[in-house]
């Protein structure tokens, strides 16, 4: 009814690859086509499109980063035409036009006692924000992951774009631009992997995988994910979901999870492992949708590509290496102003206590007003036992998934055959499931 009084003749979307959104988007594209309507839905929310690396590398995805950069080149250019205003969306007598909802409506309840987040919303934002980054050359010539300070709350080691470049309000392609517009103008930089524009390669790589993976968001049926037997118990994952493990480092990180909705990639790693496979060996779909839920830059194919990865679940697999949760912290902040500001509580406790307050005398406790077990939580495990035991657990699975993988070794693979495209993944998971089957073993 309404293709008819709006008189559509074209219908523009930009291309969304998650799965979910594949299916939505079949849906009315086929609707619009046979409506008589023409749809064009380009790829611009990642450098490069999906289906072409995965055609470009025989059919599956790439699953090393290395081998994604030599397949994929130079991202295409943005475009640059710039428009101040929208055309008007006809007579819009005829519709009624919804308001914003509220916070409320929403369903975040009464938030006006809550501590703001410093990140406001929009492409104006978005703007500015990667102009101050870049305007620091030599930052971002020397700009180099995994260093930088995961406790820099003040001001954050990173761009803090992520959320812009998930909802949109960043072209990932113009901010690549603007950074190679950058490296043209000094003498030397940091190259991918370490580098800022690596950093964007990191993005879509996992996008490239996810969209050559069924079952990529998950343990079961997913050929690339180690099959782990990850423990249950609701009272541990409680504790580290709302930042009461006793850990100080752990608890700030999921603290500033809940009240600005990003933190830093090494503090998201130090709460990744502890929960997986340093110490609770809670699984990782359980934190993933703690991160879904709370992060204002939660993206599918980043978030799952990335709790694959800390759990040695995938792409990673040097299960042995785990972050401290008193060590790791201190380095970088030993006077604990980051868990200072996060956990109130702890405000108070001297610089050698505020990473391991249970270590300390009751008089320390007394001095900072926080009374261990009272005030704040003691350690729900013990760091060196439960590590130890789960590096012993992540042996022995390692050690069943290469005897799987043997077994099914030798089985041919008809992935290489194929011709990708975007309709693929939403059309039917469960076919693509079948194609790759037999696709990969560790
Ligand atoms: C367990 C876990 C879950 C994560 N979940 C998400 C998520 O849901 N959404 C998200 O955007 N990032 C996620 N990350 C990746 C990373 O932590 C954030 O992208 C980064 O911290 C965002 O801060 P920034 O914009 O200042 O990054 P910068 O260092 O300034 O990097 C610029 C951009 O590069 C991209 N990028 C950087 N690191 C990565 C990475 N490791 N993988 C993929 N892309 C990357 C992001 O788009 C980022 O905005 C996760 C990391 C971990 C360990």
Known sequence: MYVIWWNIGKLCFESDTEPYALARDKKVSDFAMASGIEVFTPVSHTLFDPADIINKNGGRPPLTYQSFIAIAGEPPAPIFEEYS???????????????????????????????IPPFRGGETEALRRMKASLQDKEWVAKFEKPKGDPSGFLKPAT??????????????????????????????YTKPPVSLSGQLLWRDFFYKVFFGTPNFDQIKGNKICKQIPWSENEELF????????????????????????????????????????????????????????????????????????????SFFYQYHRIYSPITFGKKYDPNGNYIRHFIPVLKDMS????????????????????????????PVVDHDTASKECRKRMGEAYASNRLDSNSSKGKPSNLSR????HGDHGASNSSIAKLLRTSRSE
């Open 351 to 378: 610089r050698e206590y505020i990473y391991e307050p249970w270590t300390a005398p009751l008089s320390i406790h007394k001095k900072a007003k926080c009374i261990i077990c009272k005030d704040y939580p003691k």
């Open 85 to 115: 205003e929208l055309p008007p969306v006809g007579d819009t007598g005829e519709y009624e036009l919804l308001p914003v909802p509220t916070v409320e409506e929403l369903g975040y309840g009464d938030i006006s006692q809550e501590e």
């Open 159 to 188: 761009t803090v774009l992520s959320p812009y470049l998930k909802f949109g309000c960043l072209s990932s392609r113009y901010f690549y631009h603007c950074i190679q517009d950058v490296y043209r103008s000094v003498r030397n």
């Open 418 to 421: 194929r011709k990708w495209s």
């Open 238 to 313: 409680v504790a580290w979901r709302d930042g009461r493990t006793g850990y100080p480092w752990i608890d700030a990180i999921m603290i500033q999870l809940r009240k600005w909705g990003w933190m830093h990639h090494l503090a998201r790693h130090s709460v990744s492992c502890l929960l997986t496979r340093g110490d609770l060996f809670i699984h990782w779909e359980k934190g993933r949708d703690v991160f879904e839920r709370l992060l204002i830059d939660s993206d599918w194919a980043i978030n799952n590509g990335n709790w694959l990865w800390l759990s040695c679940s």
